[in-house]
């Protein structure tokens, strides 16, 4: 999955970094890991990171999710260390239906359990009619958000989020 991962990056000129490589046969599938990642993350242009990276339990998690949760002492830890997820929000159309196909190729083929929720609809539908209307949809509510900020000055002694409630209750 890396060398794949890792070429279909290649073509698409996104960044990537490889961790390591292969669990160690002590390791692999306890129900503790050893802190460490296994796979490869990257990062399409306009994206944040996306991993394709395991923990030696061999549940898929993050380094976000390994940094912030890896030793949390929490009831249910994997709610948070194994839940990865990517904002594509500011890429092109194209690259979100590239980003999503990867994770629809590589869920057949080497995952028994994988969800995703996808805002713009692609991976439901396939269709890039509903993506289209989302990016829209997204981008016509940042342009008013951002006009807002613009031309509405904030009161004296207002805060910043009492200002931008005050932006988001008027037909900006």
């Not at 306890?30 to 394709?52: A, M, N, R």
């Not at 159309?93 to 080497?110: A, D, F, I, P, Q």
């Not at 539908?125 to 289209?132: K, M, T, Y």
Request: hydrophobic fraction near 35%.
């Amino acid at each position: 999955m890396i060398e794949e991962v890792q070429d279909i990056a290649g073509v698409f000129q996104w960044r990537h970094y490889i961790f390591k490589t292969e669990f160690s046969t002590d390791v692999l599938g306890k129900k503790t890991h050893d802190g460490e990642l296994y796979g490869i993350s990257v990062t399409p242009p306009g994206c944040e990171i996306h991993s394709f990276t395991f923990l030696s339990d061999g549940r898929m998690s993050s380094m976000m999710g390994l940094r912030l949760y890896g030793k949390a002492e929490l009831a249910r830890p994997g709610k948070y260390l194994y839940d990865l997820f990517m904002k594509i929000r500011f890429a092109e159309n194209e690259t979100h239906m590239l980003v999503v196909n990867l994770l629809r190729y590589s869920s057949r083929k080497y995952f028994s359990e994988f969800h995703v929720t996808d805002e713009g609809g692609y991976w439901e539908s396939n269709d890039e009619g509903p993506l289209a209307a989302a990016f829209h949809k997204y981008t016509l509510f940042s342009d008013q958000v951002i006009s807002g900020i613009q031309s509405i000055p904030m009161n004296e002694g207002e805060s910043f989020e009492a200002n931008l409630k005050r932006i988001l209750k008027r037909d900006v």
